[in-house]
């Protein structure tokens, strides 16, 4: 911070120690602080319309003399402030639920000019009403400013919008012009930026909204160029390392065991001479890949061959068949006599994919192990004996595989499934059981929007897989509300008896997970005692045994149930193609992503599947998520409009929304520039790999920080 800057904010004009304790509690103490807070909206004063112009429905700001003030109880203790507005044209009043105090704020401002907004309602005989308002009484002082667009400030409480706008104005007016640009003037004018003193002034005290969009511009786009060059320069590094090349193009032509594979006695017979990967692919899997998966395992098997290690992302909607092009990855590896790990987010996913890689992999005559927590100590000593001994080529698990204690004799990749769930410490820790740097599969379904992926995942190449296994029927899926449920048990009766199976879906209960357990068995009570008497129905929640959740998801993989009750856990990667209709109970509780997730568990066969929310949605959000479900089964547009619905902090969890924190930038609405600012971080570590071309110096510190906090988030 150039000196001057740290002024106190004391000292700036027309704020003085008073003043500056309320700005404390914003957390501003000097005046560097104060000209990076910047105004959360502005009000365009130099234009109000006259009341009689309100329109109800928008959000509007609205002036006028304060004429009357009123407060009256609405019964159950609850109270309504109205203030009213008026000017030559008409009236509106400014209405305030519950917040006595409010009352008194307004009776201060009596016969003054007060300017409000808030969006505009039709109240009581079509009278105008503005609900939501943020207001304040224009003092004689501020009349020279009042024809100017205004910056209204994020505020806290006590602290009016007067003092912040305040400081701001003589911050920027007396200190603005010391802001050193750390941006080099090259990349300024090829990107075509204003200088960071000039969006500063326009952030606060913008001249026009041109000026005020374009100093926003170059604000986002600096946050979104650290974060970019944070990732790629992460990215690069891992990409000069030295991993493994794996051989995978010559398989077969050589008898020989590759060099460095582990002892053959102890390892998978190396693949016979004449035959090619491919082959193997054609005998392991019971289908034809679709072209997508091809060219995924294509790309994939390339990055294995590269020595430096393979770092990369598979991208693909719910059930576009992600599992096999992993087993496909691990055969390579096995083959080139390497180990290989996958690790899923949960139990039920992790014994899933094990029973299916487990037969896959049966037939080449290659062992596959299983490590999960809850198994007994006598089973997991085994398991992770074998993986240390080398005996098992193929180990499948949850957390337990990057516990202390679990070894590898010689890991070669390791597979993360449904990485939304994992931090990034769990990706790192899995890296590090290798002896030497392991290749990296990430593989995840779309919740991640692809703005999301190109900076939580900015480190990672990508590969998607754009296309679904033939003769899928995309899913119906209708939204009804709770009297329609006999309605809908009758339709589910109907394909019960055509051979179809079930899933019953009880809402998520957000206190605790008993709770949720007993939600599941009441439901399993009333469907398997009244509604499906005679039909066999069974239980599926995250309180059981890990050998009773097994039990139960085997014996509805076999049919030997024909409705499964369930709770969330069913959420990932649980795969019962005959299963063809979804009831989702209370679905407006779920959140967009979620729901979609659960949706995926049908629509795996061939027979048309059904998707039933049924829900009584009444907020604008809930209603919403039921049209954008009945709508479309698209994930990523699914994924977009969960991101608008609850930011990017929700939707990748507190836990990596770290490096999504920015002051100006905005994912949705920017993310044109988000990709500009990734072009152009490519382009300037081509030119310059470690940064230390003294144009940088202004700003190697910030991306050195972001690098260090993401090393937070890992240990964390
Ligand atoms: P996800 O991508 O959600 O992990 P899975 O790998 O579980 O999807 O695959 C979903 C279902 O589709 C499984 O039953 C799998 O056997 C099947 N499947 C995958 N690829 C194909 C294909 N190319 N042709 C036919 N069925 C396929
Ligand atoms: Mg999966």
Not at 396 to 419: M, R, S
Not at 633 to 658: K, N
Request: proline letters at 5%.
């Amino acid at each position: 911070m150039p000196p001057g800057l740290d002024t106190e904010v004391q000292y700036l004009k027309g704020v003085g120690p008073k003043n500056a304790m309320l700005l404390q509690k914003l957390g501003l103490r000097t005046v560097w602080d104060v000209l990076w807070h910047f105004p959360r909206r502005y009000e365009d004063r130099r234009d109000i319309p006259p009341l009689m112009y309100l329109k109800p429905g928008r959000h509007c700001t609205a002036k006028g003399k304060l004429i009357d003030v009123k407060s009256r109880s609405i019964g159950k203790g609850r109270v309504v402030v109205q203030g009213v507005l008026s000017d030559k044209t008409g009236e509106v009043a400014l209405t305030f639920f519950n917040q006595p105090y409010v009352g008194q704020q307004l009776q201060k401002a009596l016969g003054r000019q007060v300017v409000a907004y808030g969006s505009v309602r039709e109240g009581y005989r079509g009278h105008l009403e503005l609900h939501g308002v943020e207001w304040e009484a224009i003092e004689d002082e501020d009349l020279d400013e009042f024809a100017r667009i205004v910056p209204v400030y994020p505020l806290t409480e006590g602290v009016p919008q007067r003092v912040v706008r305040k400081a701001a104005k003589s911050a920027v007016e007396f200190f603005a012009n010391q802001v050193a640009d750390p941006l080099p003037t090259s990349l300024r004018s090829e990107e075509k930026l204003k200088s960071l003193a000039w969006c500063i002034h326009q952030m606060h005290l913008p001249d026009g909204d041109d000026e005020r969009i374009e100093a926003r511009r170059r604000l986002a786009f600096e946050e979104f160029l650290y974060l970019q060059l944070s990732l790629q320069m992460r990215r690069n590094e891992v990409k000069q390392e030295v991993g493994i090349s794996f051989p995978v193009s010559t398989l077969g032509a050589a008898s020989e065991p590759p060099p460095g594979a582990l002892g053959s006695t102890l390892f998978a017979e190396p693949m016979k001479e004449g035959r090619t990967i491919w082959d193997e692919v054609h005998e392991m899997l019971p289908f034809t890949l679709t072209g997508a998966q091809r060219r995924v395992i294509d790309e994939i098997w390339e990055d294995m061959e590269r020595p430096a290690p393979m770092n990369r992302l598979v991208q693909g909607d719910v059930g576009s068949g992600k599992t096999a092009v992993a087993a496909c990855a691990m055969l390579a590896a096995v083959r080139c006599g390497y180990q290989a790990a996958m690790m899923a987010p949960t139990e039920i996913l992790a014994e899933q994919h094990f029973i299916n890689l487990h037969r896959l992999f049966d037939q080449l005559g290659i062992k596959v192990v299983l490590l999960v927590g809850k198994q007994t100590p006598t089973q997991k000593k085994k398991a992770s004996d074998q993986a240390a001994n080398g005996e098992a080529q193929i180990c499948i698990g949850t957390h337990a595989l990057i516990q202390e204690g679990v070894k590898f004799a010689k890991l070669g990749l390791a597979v993360i499934d449904e990485q939304h769930r994992f931090g990034v410490l769990q990706r790192m820790a899995l890296r590090q059981k290798g002896t030497e740097p392991p290749d990296v599969l990430v593989m995840t379904a779309t919740p991640i929007p692809r703005t999301l992926t190109m900076t939580v995942y900015g480190d990672l190449d990508l590969s998607v897989i754009d296309e679904m296994p033939p003769g899928r029927k995309p899913i119906k899926t209708h939204w009804k509300k709770i009297q329609d449920r006999s309605q809908v048990y009758a339709t589910v009766r109907k394909l019960l008896d055509e051979g179809r199976q079930a899933y019953f879906v009880c809402p998520v209960i957000f206190e605790n997970e008993k709770m949720e357990a007993q939600a599941a068995e009441d439901l399993f009570y009333r469907l398997s005692r009244e509604e499906f008497q005679d039909k066999r129905v069974g239980l599926l929640h995250g309180q059981m045994k890990p050998f009773e959740k097994e039990e139960v998801m085997e014996k509805f993989r076999q049919h030997e149930l024909d409705i499964l009750v369930s709770t969330v856990v069913i959420e990932v990667g649980v795969d019962v193609p005959n299963a063809s209709i979804m009831v989702i109970e209370d679905a407006n509780r779920f959140g967009l992503a979620q729901l979609h997730q659960l949706r995926g568990r049908v629509g795996r066969g061939e027979q048309q599947s059904f998707c039933v929310l049924i829900a009584d949605a009444k907020s604008e959000d809930g209603i919403l998520r039921m049209e954008v479900l009945q709508e479309t089964t698209d994930g990523f547009r699914i994924a977009e409009e969960d991101l608008r619905i609850r930011g990017p902090g929700d939707v990748m969890g507190t836990r990596q929304s770290g490096d999504l924190e920015f002051r100006v930038a905005d994912l949705i609405q920017d993310s044109v520039l988000l990709e500009r600012a990734r072009q152009c971080a490519i382009r300037i570590l081509q030119k310059d790999p470690g940064l230390t071309s003294p144009e940088f110096a202004g700003f190697v510190a910030k991306v050195r920080s972001k690098r260090s906090s993401e090393a937070l988030v890992t240990v964390s």
